[in-house]
Every structure is written in structure tokens, then in C-alpha cells.
């Protein structure tokens, strides 16, 4: 017989187990509980919380940006310059401070005439890297193309500083050289950049820019010809060659090859344009209203389409047609002596002198010396001036030119 105390058996043991029961109870009414109402618990909610297993989030990796410049050069030698734009802003976008991204968007935001985007890139480029020739030629360039030749002069000779062995430098400078009448030097110059590199398509472009301009228009055949047979994806070139066989009369063969450039970039303005100038010439003047709305259509800010039109129903007498189609040229920047005077002429005819004169006096004020502007003076003064009576219903003689 034992005297003492019960011996206990194990109290920690059995201690756990009731935990252990009060824990899993715990769980398991709250998984009743939530299941009541629509919301599932992973069985792994039972265990404690350091033997959860830790989820893992797989980071989405970010493309390097020369990867995505890469592919934006390829969309431009495909010719795909829409793509190419899109593929540059999204380098931008990841790198802000990526100078040859923004240098390479300017190109050929100038190419879809968008100027003032593309001076501002530039201008970026350049403040990010002033060191690189093609930032600040690229540069000259956009303000080239704005008739701005004083202001890009000084960054087409920085780019030639920087490195004169750039073809890029070299060439765009020889096309600052045509804008501005030195034919002595734009020639010279295109050349030694067909030399730096015979396999550059901007070197023979703006030879045959240089030729073209000095009227040389054969040579600048042969020369836009050889940049199509380098890049044969952008239809500008296609426009430029054509722009050169229309001049020495050779239509046919110049609306062959913007049959060509259609295939190439089917969503240029720029191709619609010549397509519609040069059934001018045949004399087709409804397939050349026509091809120029379809410029307009693509791209409504494109100022030479609208003068164009102009022009055609000025030469129909429409002056209905003609009065706002030179207005949305000068608009969007057409300033020109014959947008001038044809808008003023055009008015006249509609029996408004008070606007004929205001568009006349423009014109003077832009050229008048000009024979054609001397013409639309006189031809105001004969029906605006003659009489008190409304002015003759006969053609303006002072036909606007191309």
C-alpha cells in the first residue's frame, strides 16, 4: 500500500495535447466559419506561420532599351517609320536620358515633317550628349527643314568640329548648303560624303538634292535612284526621283516610280501629293483632286497637298474650292508668295476686295518685284478700282506656280 501522493503521469503531456486540441478547434471552427461564407482557406493556414510556405513574386524583367533601339532601327530599314517612331519613344519612355534614342526619333520625325517634335528631341539630344556630331547635325537639320538656315547653320558646322569624318555630318550640312543658294559648296560637300560612304543612302540623297537644286536635275536622277537601290523602303526617295523626271517632262516614268513608293509607304502624304502633282501636269485635273484629298485624308496637317489643291481650282475657277484650301495651307505654315496672291485673286473673283486686297498686299510685302504678284496688283485695280461696279467675271491672269 502507497502512502505518499498520486504520482502524476506526464502533466506535459498532457498539457500540449490540450493546446494542441484548442488550436486545431480554433482553426477549424474558423474554417466553418469563413467557408459559410464563400471563402476558401488553403490547408497551409493551419500550419505556423514560420512553416508557411513564403510566396514568390517572378519579376517581369525590363527589355534593355538598345534591345528595343535595335528593333526600331530594323522597323526604319523595313521602312516602317510609323513602327520605328513608336519603338524610339518607348526607349524614351524606360530612358529619358538616352540621347541616340532621341536623336534617331527626331530623324525621322523630320522625314513625317513633324518639326517642331523634332527640334525638340533634338535639342534634348544635344544638351544630353553635345559631344556627338549626329546629335547636333541632326539638329541643323530639323531647323533646316523649318527654313531656320541662320540659327541651324552653327550646329552643322559644330557637327563637322566634332567629327568631320561623319557622313551624316557632312551630308546634312551640303543640304543646308542647297537651301541657302551655295551651289559652289553643296555639291563639293555631298560629294565627300558619297565618299566617306558610297553605301549611304543620306549621302546620294542629298547629292542629288544638291544637283536638283543647281538644276542639274539628270545627275539628281541617277543620284536619288542609287539611295533607293541602297534603301529601297522609303517612299520619300521614291517622291524625290519622281519630283526630277516630271521636271524634264518625263511623267509617265515619274508616276511609275510613285507607284513604287505607294508599295513602300502606302501612308505618306508626301507620296499621295507628288501622285496628285504630277496628273496635274498630264492635264487630269479630277485623278489629281483626287489623289491629292487621299494626302490630306492620311495626313491633315500637310501644307503642300492644300496648296496644291489650291491651285488646281484656282486654274478651274473654283473659287469656292480655292479660297479655303490656300487658307489651310497658309495655316499650316504654306508661306508663299503664290498661296498669297492666288487666296487674294480668288477672292477678288468672289466679289470681296477688302480680303483680295488684304492677300495681295501679302504677297507685296513678300515679293514685289515678282512679275505674277505684279499681275494680281493690276488685276485688282481693273476690278476692284475701275468702276463701282462688281468686278469682270473673267480668269485671274496671274496663275500660281508649282
Request: charged content about 20%; aromatic content about 10%; overall charge negative.
Amino acid at each position: 500500500m502507497y502512502l505518499g501522493r498520486k504520482p502524476q503521469r506526464l502533466p506535459w503531456l498532457r498539457s500540449c495535447l490540450l493546446i494542441l486540441v484548442i488550436v486545431i478547434g480554433t482553426a477549424y471552427a474558423s474554417f466553418l466559419l469563413l467557408a459559410t461564407r464563400g471563402v476558401y482557406v488553403a490547408p497551409t493556414s493551419l500550419l505556423p506561420e514560420a512553416l508557411q510556405p513564403t510566396a514568390t513574386v517572378t519579376p517581369t524583367p525590363t527589355e534593355p532599351a538598345i534591345n528595343i533601339v535595335n528593333r526600331a532601327d530594323g522597323y526604319f530599314q523595313n521602312g516602317q517609320v510609323d513602327k520605328a517612331i513608336a519603338e524610339y519613344r518607348r526607349v524614351i519612355e524606360l530612358d529619358p536620358n538616352n540621347d541616340t534614342a532621341l536623336a534617331r526619333l527626331a530623324r525621322l520625325l523630320i522625314i513625317r515633317r513633324k518639326y517642331a517634335e523634332a527640334e525638340e528631341n533634338a535639342r534634348l539630344a544635344v544638351e544630353l550628349n553635345p559631344d556627338e556630331a549626329y546629335n547636333s547635325a541632326v539638329l541643323g537639320l530639323a531647323l533646316d527643314w523649318q527654313g531656320q538656315y541662320d540659327e541651324a547653320l552653327p550646329h552643322n558646322l559644330r557637327a563637322i568640329e566634332l567629327d568631320e569624318n561623319n557622313v551624316y555630318a557632312q551630308a546634312w550640312l551640303s543640304e543646308l548648303y542647297s537651301d541657302i543658294g551655295r551651289v559652289d559648296k553643296s555639291v563639293p560637300t555631298a560629294r565627300l560624303a558619297v565618299q566617306l560612304d558610297d553605301n549611304n543612302w543620306e549621302a546620294h540623297r542629298v547629292l542629288g538634292y544638291a544637283y536638283e537644286t543647281s538644276g542639274k536635275y539628270r545627275n539628281a536622277i541617277t543620284e536619288y535612284q542609287r539611295a533607293i537601290q541602297i534603301q529601297p523602303n522609303l517612299g520619300f526617295l521614291y517622291v524625290a526621283a519622281a519630283r526630277n523626271l516630271r521636271a524634264i517632262g518625263q511623267y509617265r516614268n515619274a508616276l511609275a516610280l510613285i507607284q513604287q513608293a505607294i508599295q513602300a509607304d502606302p501612308n505618306s502624304a508626301e507620296v499621295y501629293d507628288e501622285f496628285g502633282w504630277i496628273y496635274y501636269f498630264l492635264g487630269d485635273y479630277d485623278a489629281a483632286i483626287s489623289q491629292l484629298r487621299r494626302a490630306v485624308q492620311i495626313d491633315d496637317s500637310y501644307a503642300p497637298a492644300y496648296g496644291h489643291l489650291g491651285i488646281i481650282y484656282f486654274v478651274l475657277q473654283n473659287w469656292e474650292q480655292a479660297v479655303p484650301s490656300f487658307e489651310k495651307a497658309i495655316a499650316l505654315g504654306g508661306d508663299r508668295a503664290e498661296y498669297y496672291y492666288s487666296l487674294g485673286l480668288s477672292y477678288v473673283n468672289l466679289d470681296n476686295c477688302p480680303k483680295g486686297r488684304e492677300w495681295i498686299d501679302k504677297a507685296l510685302n513678300v515679293n514685289a518685284e515678282d512679275t505674277a504678284v505684279q499681275a494680281a496688283e493690276e488685276y485688282y485695280n481693273e476690278n476692284c478700282l475701275g468702276s463701282q461696279a462688281p468686278p469682270t467675271r473673267r480668269p485671274a491672269t496671274a496663275v500660281p506656280q508649282p
